[in-house]
T-cell receptor, first 112, second 114 residues
Framework: DAKTTQPPSMDCAEGRAANLPCNHS???????VYWYRQIHSQGPQYIIH???NNETNEMASLIITEDRKSSTLILPHATLRDTAVYYC?????????????FGTGTRLKVLA | GAGVSQSPSNKVTEKGKDVELRCDPI?????LYWYRQRLGQGLEFLIY????????KSGLPSDRFSAERTGESVSTLTIQRTQQEDSAVYLC????????????FGNGTRLTVT
């Protein structure tokens, strides 16, 4: 399974863009990048995913480098409610089965 | 619609006892996953069920851990002869068939072994 590396913590000012990096240098061609976040005492919440193209939804944007070895999750206007642990996951796939291996994530603190 | 439901939300047990944790996935979700999360740490994969295929048990930490799922419905994670190191939040997630369907998580069962 591909491993991901994320910084353990980051701060971001409220209203500013939060850019969360993730390295996945051993990713293989059919593996997707997924992002989840976990707010204290809750289960993780799906944010966005992508294969090689950049993606955007109502929550965030995902920028994947051309070589696919890293990606960045962008929260365009961070609010205090975005304070959470953010997990970058490379989903492995074998014969139609899908395994999601979580790392330790980045603890994002949005500051007022 | 209803999300993934886990019960109980909290469980305190004495060392050596057996516990059963329950997960009700979202209706129609064919895949079901169990994870363990120790205090302040990330999620540790335990087991994965996909339809009628044999489950992927590669993450179960010892033979004291087992899980069952009947069809595409409820799953039960059983921990026998609990140890203090089993104290953690146990999270269940389910997903629809389809390569791009994301995982949907419950809020977990917090297990404390005294």
């Amino acid at each position: 399974d591909a491993k991901t590396t994320q910084p353990p913590s980051m701060d971001c000012a409220e209203g500013r863009a939060a850019n969360l990096p993730c390295n996945h240098s051993t990713i293989s061609g059919n593996e997707y990048v997924y992002w989840y976040r976990q707010i204290h005492s809750q289960g993780p919440q799906y944010i966005i995913h992508g294969l090689k193209n950049n993606e955007t939804n109502e929550m965030a944007s995902l920028i994947i480098t051309e070589d696919r070895k890293s990606s960045t999750l962008i929260l365009p206007h961070a609010t205090l409610r975005d304070t959470a642990v953010y997990y970058c996951i490379v989903r492995s796939s074998t014969s139609g089965t899908y395994k999601y291996i979580f790392g330790t994530g980045t603890r994002l603190k949005v500051l007022a | 619609g209803a999300g993934v439901s886990q019960s109980p939300s909290n469980k305190v047990t004495e060392k050596g006892k057996d516990v059963e944790l329950r997960c009700d996935p979202i209706s129609g979700h064919t895949a079901l996953y169990w994870y363990r999360q120790r205090l302040g740490q990330g999620l540790e994969f335990l087991i994965y069920f996909q339809g009628n295929s044999a489950p992927d048990k590669s993450g179960l930490p010892s033979d004291r851990f087992s899980a069952e799922r009947t069809g595409e419905s409820v799953s039960t994670l059983t921990i026998q002869r609990t140890q203090q190191e089993d104290s953690a939040v146990y999270l269940c997630a389910s997903r629809q068939t389809g390569a791009n369907s994301p995982l949907h998580f419950g809020n977990g069962t917090r297990l404390t072994v005294t």
